[in-house]
């Protein structure tokens, strides 16, 4: 733990989600409130992933709450930005001109600003106007790689497109004072916009927590005796579709009809996957929907393997999704249908498999080969993975990596 010494700072937490949304910065806000830190909160009313209102509140405005002893505030949101990318863009940019009003109305009496960057950047932009306003200092945990990520959902990367965003993020990260990345291949793309600046690797932690043996008893009733299991958003590039492909041709291949794909979770690409599976008669293929977050832990350790998944792109490839490290924390064999920085991770380290995710073939193959694999060889994949946990993603000293980076 960070010793407190002297005048507490007052930290401004700038987030696009936050409790009762299931985020990592749920978990660092109220470790910091357990501390006696002085630390607040702007976000928007909860919504994800649904795009609608979570029961309990209204989507007013603005709107003040408390949890667990933290002031939270709370800015409005557009219905239906979850299906439809042109609600989605007004929606980013009305969350963004809200949170900017709130900061140059509220934002002199804090410290220091702390943006948990996941998702639209646009929401972090109150915290810079609060900086130039007020001059207050400016630290962003950066989990997601814009203008990259914007590109790889379909928008146009040239023109005035590109202009405006490329501003836009050079604007962002030219004023904050620290930079914090959770994977090292977004630094090249980061410096382009802040050549001078010095930028820190910090890793996510395991977002799921781990289970005690009397917790390992309760089972998750899997259809199959071989379960592989995807947890987690169901979007387009999650490349689920090839997955599924690569999965069909192997099941009706193999003699063995106990082996199943388990599809775990929600998102804007699940109903063409149910259909698909549907139209094509695909066997052995479950889709369980949402499950409690509470849920996941169990539904992780009763896996054979577990599964991540991402398109080809050179965004993606780049990404370490906090999905792995909760994989890690389940210690279960990782089957990775991606390129990038997660497949050299697994390889180098043993964790498991990959397959690169345009080769319906290759993921048939593996998906034949990984069912074949006797225990001796999947236990020692999950020891591989309890000492890269311990090494590289200690929940308790990235966290006090995190809270120096910010309190100093």
């Given at each position: 733990?960070?010793?407190?010494?002297?005048?507490?700072?007052?930290?401004?937490?700038?987030?696009?989600?936050?409790?009762?949304?299931?985020?990592?910065?749920?978990?660092?806000?109220?470790?910091?409130?357990?501390?006696?830190?002085?630390?607040?909160?702007?976000?928007?009313?909860?919504?994800?992933?649904?795009?609608?209102?979570?029961?309990?509140?209204?989507?007013?405005?603005?709107?003040?709450?408390?949890?667990?002893?933290?002031?939270?505030?709370?800015?409005?949101?557009?219905?239906?930005?979850?299906?439809?990318n042109i609600i989605k863009i007004i929606n980013y940019l009305w969350n963004m001109i809200l949170g900017i009003l709130w900061g140059i109305k509220n934002g002199k009496a804090f410290d220091s600003i702390y943006i948990y960057h996941t998702g639209a950047l646009t929401f972090s932009a109150s915290g810079i106007v609060i900086k130039k306003i007020y001059h207050k200092k400016v630290t962003i945990w950066t989990q997601d790689l814009w203008p990259d990520t914007v590109y790889a959902y379909g928008w146009a990367k040239k023109g005035i497109n590109k202009i405006i965003l490329d501003k836009?993020?050079?604007?962002?990260?030219?004023?904050?004072?620290?930079?914090?990345?959770?994977?090292?291949?977004?630094?090249?793309?980061?410096?382009?916009?802040?050549?001078?600046?010095?930028?820190?690797?910090?890793?996510?932690?395991?977002?799921?927590?781990?289970?005690?043996?009397?917790?390992?008893?309760?089972?998750?009733?899997?259809?199959?005796?071989?379960?592989?299991?995807?947890?987690?958003?169901?979007?387009?590039?999650?490349?689920?579709?090839?997955?599924?492909?690569?999965?069909?041709?192997?099941?009706?291949?193999?003699?063995?009809?106990?082996?199943?794909?388990?599809?775990?979770?929600?998102?804007?690409?699940?109903?063409?996957?149910?259909?698909?599976?549907?139209?094509?008669?695909?066997?052995?293929?479950?889709?369980?929907?949402?499950?409690?977050?509470?849920?996941?832990?169990?539904?992780?350790?009763?896996?054979?393997?577990?599964?991540?998944?991402?398109?080809?792109?050179?965004?993606?490839?780049?990404?370490?999704?906090?999905?792995?490290?909760?994989?890690?924390?389940?210690?279960?064999?990782?089957?990775?249908?991606?390129?990038?920085?997660?497949?050299?991770?697994?390889?180098?380290?043993?964790?498991?498999?990959?397959?690169?995710?345009?080769?319906?073939?290759?993921?048939?193959?593996?998906?034949?080969?990984?069912?074949?694999?006797?225990?001796?060889?999947?236990?020692?994949?999950?020891?591989?993975?309890?000492?890269?946990?311990?090494?590289?993603?200690?929940?308790?000293?990235?966290?006090?990596?995190?809270?120096?980076?910010?309190?100093?």
């Amino acid at each position: 733990m960070v010793e407190i010494v002297g005048k507490e700072k007052k930290i401004l937490v700038i987030a696009e989600v936050f409790a009762p949304e299931d985020f990592l910065i749920n978990e660092l806000v109220f470790h910091w409130k357990k501390q006696g830190r002085d630390v607040s909160v702007l976000t928007r009313n909860p919504s994800y992933p649904e795009g609608k209102i979570y029961n309990g509140y209204r989507n007013k405005l603005f709107q003040n709450e408390t949890i667990y002893d933290v002031p939270i505030s709370r800015v409005q949101f557009i219905p239906g930005y979850k299906n439809n990318n042109i609600i989605k863009i007004i929606n980013y940019l009305w969350n963004m001109i809200l949170g900017i009003l709130w900061g140059i109305k509220n934002g002199k009496a804090f410290d220091s600003i702390y943006i948990y960057h996941t998702g639209a950047l646009t929401f972090s932009a109150s915290g810079i106007v609060i900086k130039k306003i007020y001059h207050k200092k400016v630290t962003i945990w950066t989990q997601d790689l814009w203008p990259d990520t914007v590109y790889a959902y379909g928008w146009a990367k040239k023109g005035i497109n590109k202009i405006i965003l490329d501003k836009f993020v050079k604007w962002i990260y030219s004023n904050c004072d620290n930079i914090a990345i959770t994977s090292p291949g977004f630094e090249s793309v980061i410096r382009k916009y802040c050549p001078s600046k010095i930028i820190h690797f910090i890793p996510q932690w395991s977002s799921t927590a781990k289970l005690n043996v009397k917790e390992k008893s309760q089972v998750v009733e899997y259809p199959g005796s071989f379960n592989f299991v995807f947890a987690g958003n169901i979007g387009k590039v999650q490349n689920l579709e090839n997955v599924i492909m690569g999965f069909d041709q192997f099941i009706k291949d193999t003699t063995n009809k106990e082996i199943w794909l388990n599809i775990i979770g929600d998102g804007s690409h699940l109903d063409f996957l149910r259909e698909k599976v549907q139209e094509n008669n695909m066997a052995n293929v479950k889709f369980w929907g949402r499950v409690k977050a509470a849920d996941i832990p169990y539904f992780y350790n009763n896996a054979d393997v577990l599964i991540i998944a991402l398109a080809n792109l050179s965004i993606f490839n780049l990404t370490i999704p906090a999905k792995f490290q909760s994989y890690l924390s389940a210690g279960k064999p990782i089957f990775g249908i991606m390129e990038g920085n997660v497949a050299d991770i697994i390889v180098k380290h043993n964790l498991g498999w990959v397959a690169p995710p345009d080769s319906i073939a290759d993921i048939a193959y593996l998906f034949q080969k990984i069912s074949c694999s006797n225990s001796e060889i999947l236990f020692e994949k999950t020891q591989n993975m309890e000492d890269l946990l311990k090494d590289n993603y200690n929940r308790e000293s990235l966290i006090q990596t995190i809270t120096k980076l910010v309190f100093s």
